[in-house]
């Protein structure tokens, strides 16, 4: 629970909602590799559906080294 607080504050308050008593975060796609970097953060997500292309195309940002 602390590091949702300790993440939340850093990101400056993304929402978040409850779900089977643990807090979780909405609409914040994460780009982390398997060693659990994180290389990008998408936020705020102002379309849902947009956001999918912006994510595709960090993805192979992210693969193709740039």
Same mark, same amino acid.
């Given at each position: 629970?602390? !590091?949702? /607080? $300790?993440? $939340?504050? @850093? +990101? #400056? /308050?993304?929402?978040?909602? #409850? @779900? %089977? =008593?643990v807090?979780?975060?909405? #609409? +914040?796609?994460? +780009?982390?590799? !398997?060693? #659990? $970097? &994180?290389? =990008? &953060?998408?936020?705020? &997500?102002p379309?849902? %559906? %947009? =956001? &999918?292309? *912006? %994510? +595709? @195309?960090l993805? *192979? @940002?992210?693969? /193709?080294? =740039?």
């Open positions: 629970m602390a !590091a949702l /607080s $300790t993440c $939340t504050s @850093a +990101l #400056r /308050s993304p929402p978040t909602f #409850r @779900a %089977g =008593s807090e979780r975060f909405k #609409r +914040l796609p994460l +780009l982390i590799d !398997a060693t #659990r $970097t &994180v290389h =990008s &953060v998408l936020y705020p &997500v379309d849902p %559906g %947009g =956001s &999918v292309q *912006d %994510g +595709l @195309a993805i *192979d @940002a992210v693969g /193709s080294g =740039s």
